[in-house]
Nanobody
Framework: QVQLVESGGGLVQAGGSLRLSCSAS????????MGWFRQPPGKEREFVTGINWSGSTTSYADSVKGRFIISRDNAKNTVYLQMNSLKPEDTAVYYC?????????????????WGQGTQVTVSS
């Protein structure tokens, strides 16, 4: 399994932007589908976005489509989540996840490796 560490969370005003990063250990990062999930206060963890090994296939939750962009740099073993036009309802702990696959899964059950999470708080 790959070890994941998220960074970049923080407090931002509504309408602002943040970029999250997820760094992975190991030399097989390019074989992993990467996903971002979030867990709002008092709610279940939910899919945000995912990307395949080459970046040619991405998937987004409807709630973030057009505002969030996922990307990856396999040379740096890092996946990014650019979050624009943030809303208070985007407030959550954001988790990076990985699965060795060619399919971008939207279910958290498919992912075997998880980061510790990073808090994103959007104030109104």
């Amino acid at each position: 399994q790959v070890q994941l560490v998220e960074s970049g969370g923080g407090l931002v005003q509504a309408g602002g932007s943040l970029r999250l990063s997820c760094s992975a250990s190991g030399r097989t990062f390019s074989t992993y589908v990467m996903g971002w999930f979030r867990q709002p206060p008092g709610k279940e963890r939910e899919f945000v976005t995912g990307i395949n090994w080459s970046g040619s296939t991405t998937s987004y939750a409807d709630s973030v489509k057009g505002r969030f962009i996922i990307s990856r740099d396999n040379a740096k073993n890092t996946v990014y989540l650019q979050m624009n036009s943030l809303k208070p309802e985007d407030t959550a702990v954001y988790y990076c996840a990985a699965v060795r696959s060619t399919v971008v899964f939207r279910s958290s059950a498919a992912y075997g490796s998880w980061g510790q999470g990073t808090q994103v708080t959007v104030s109104s």
